[in-house]
């Protein structure tokens, strides 16, 4: 089983700066692609950010040159670190994890969501 823990959302005035963090830990073999989406009412499922197993990254338009996606292998976390916020920034953000178990077993798993309000 893999379990996933997602933190670090909150209130934020407009200009601020928030870190995301989640960390993947169970019966994991290996991690291909990481990245975070988000979802604000109303709107549908953007995806954020994107990093597969290599040094790449992928970004929505909307986020460029102010969120960056960053990932630590040795602890099977993925980061959003997100600065120069926005009032539109504000969704629930959710990570995920392309992930390989030692059973063999290759599923997407998800974090729970966190809140990120962006607001005066």
């Known amino acids: 089983q893999v379990q996933v823990v997602e933190s670090g959302g909150g209130l934020v005035q407009p200009g601020g700066s928030l870190r995301l963090s989640c960390a993947f830990s169970?019966?994991?073999?290996?991690?291909?692609?990481m990245g975070w989406y988000r979802q604000a009412p109303g709107k549908e499922r953007e995806l954020v950010a994107a990093?597969?197993?290599?040094?790449?990254?992928n970004y929505a338009d909307s986020v460029k040159g102010r969120f960056t996606i960053a990932r630590d292998n040795a602890k099977n976390t993925v980061y959003l670190q997100m600065n120069s916020l926005k009032p539109e920034d504000t969704a629930v953000y959710s990570c995920?994890?392309?992930?390989?178990?030692?059973?063999?077993?290759?599923?997407?798993?998800w974090g729970q969501g966190t809140q990120v309000t962006v607001s005066s």
């Open positions: 169970g019966s994991i073999f290996s991690i291909s692609a």
């Open positions: 995920y994890a392309d992930v390989t178990t030692y059973g063999d077993r290759r599923y997407v798993h």
């Open positions: 990093i597969p197993s290599g040094a790449s990254t």
